[in-house]
């Protein structure tokens, strides 16, 4: 599938699961997860704290959220990056979004190993004004 096709693919799912959420409004981990949330998608913030955000539960991990997210978007370092795309596959997750500072070529090439689709050198928020 080419980029923008699967670009289109992901931006056309709708409940995400932003991992790296994040209470400071200032960071992108609150930004994407409200941006999402204002366009009407599904969004769980995920966070190893925990707590609420904007009212809105936030989840420790991938295996606690109420249902399994159609895209994972990742807001998070490089190598946690590389530890939630093996959690995803553990839970059959196939959708990984890298937001731009979040890439790792191991996250990269153990998704591409695992039969998980992946956009990254790209940012959601963006993508979505463009497609939506």
């Known amino acids: 599938m080419r980029d923008q096709d699967l670009i289109?693919?992901?931006?056309?799912?709708?409940?995400?699961?932003?991992v790296g959420a994040s209470q400071d409004r200032a960071k992108y981990g609150y930004?994407?997860?409200?941006?999402?949330?204002?366009?009407?998608?599904?969004?769980?913030p995920v966070n190893p704290k925990g707590?609420?955000?904007?009212?809105?539960?936030?989840?420790p991990s991938l295996a606690d959220l109420?249902?399994?997210?159609?895209?994972i978007d990742l807001v998070v370092p490089p190598?946690?990056?590389e530890q939630v795309v093996e959690e995803a596959h553990r839970l059959g997750l196939k959708?990984?979004?890298m937001q731009p500072g979040a890439e790792s070529p191991k996250a990269i090439a153990y998704?591409?190993?695992?039969g998980i689709e992946v956009v990254h050198q790209a940012c959601a928020m963006v993508h979505r004004r463009q497609w939506n």
């Open 51 to 59: 707590g609420e955000l904007d009212g809105v539960t936030v989840y």
């Open 66 to 71: 109420p249902q399994p997210p159609e895209v």
């Open 79 to 81: 190598e946690v990056t």
């Open 31 to 44: 930004r994407v997860f409200r941006s999402m949330r204002q366009a009407g998608y599904t969004v769980y």
């Open 111 to 114: 998704c591409q190993a695992h």
């Open 8 to 18: 289109a693919d992901f931006v056309n799912r709708r409940v995400w699961a932003v």
């Open 95 to 97: 959708r990984i979004w």
